[in-house]
T-cell receptor, first 110, second 112 residues
Framework: NAGVTQTPKFRVLKTGQSMTLLCAQD?????MYWYRQDPGMGLRLIHY???????AKGEVPDGYNVSRLKKQNFLLGLESAAPSQTSVYFC?????????FGPGTRLTVL | SQQGEEDPQALSIQEGENATMNCSYK?????LQWYRQNSGRGLVHLIL?????REKHSGRLRVTLDTSKKSSSLLITASRAADTASYFC????????????FGTGTRLKVLA
């Protein structure tokens, strides 16, 4: 099993550009999450999903959209990137207990 | 605002010593989880303790939970250089939403 995978691993955007981060899990988990991690801030929850076709807002949802069309995939979209969205993004999945994290996507917005 | 806050923010110890880090939270919870993050990597789940449990062990890890004080501690015994990492606690909101919130972490450095 690959566990949780994220693509891409690195990306540099210009202000105003858009992009989609893809998270995939092969553990048949119902719950999936997107977090961002910034120095000194720990991890902050952006959006999460408790099942296929459902999404919900976390702590810092503004500027992001998500979709969970398939159970194994959770997409995070930035419609118009801003420098404040420079961060490391982590996807996670769980069955309701401990979470399995992906390796992260390092995003820089210039 | 953060649900969980770890203390201390940074800890440096010698190999073989024990390391203790604490987590405080604000609202009622169903469970509390501890994670480890090595530099540049994703988080790895270490242990989950439910609100009706007071202590849990896993190998060299011991976790305690005091719901009256809204706090938890993670003890790593006989630390090794490989334990060098950041450690985070995560709590749910007690309402069964699976909306887990992480603290800011404790950076542990174990010197060989």
């Amino acid at each position: 099993n690959a566990g949780v995978t994220q693509t891409p691993k690195f990306r540099v955007l210009k202000t105003g550009q858009s992009m989609t981060l893809l998270c995939a899990q092969d553990m048949n988990h119902e719950y999936m999450y997107w977090y961002r991690q910034d120095p000194g801030m720990g991890l902050r929850l952006i959006h999460y999903s408790v099942g296929e076709g459902t999404t919900a807002k976390g702590e810092v949802p503004d500027g992001y959209n998500v979709s969970r069309l398939k159970k194994q995939n959770f997409l995070l979209g930035l419609e118009s990137a801003a420098p404040s969205q420079t961060s490391v993004y982590f996807c996670a999945s769980s069955y309701g207990g401990g979470k399995y994290f992906g390796p992260g996507t390092r995003l820089t917005v210039l | 605002s953060q649900q969980g806050e770890e203390d201390p923010q940074a800890l440096s110890i010698q190999e073989g010593e024990n390391a203790t880090m604490n987590c405080s939270y604000k609202t009622s919870i169903n469970n509390l989880q501890w994670y480890r993050q090595n530099s540049g990597r994703g988080l790895v789940h270490l242990i989950l303790i439910r609100s009706n449990e007071r202590e849990k062990h896993s190998g060299r890890l011991r976790v305690t939970l005091d719901t009256s004080k809204k706090s938890s501690s993670l003890l790593i015994t006989a630390s090794r250089a490989a334990d060098t990492a950041s450690y985070f606690c995560a709590t749910d909101d007690g309402a069964g939403t699976y909306k887990y919130i992480f603290g800011t972490g404790t950076r542990l450095k174990v010197l060989a």
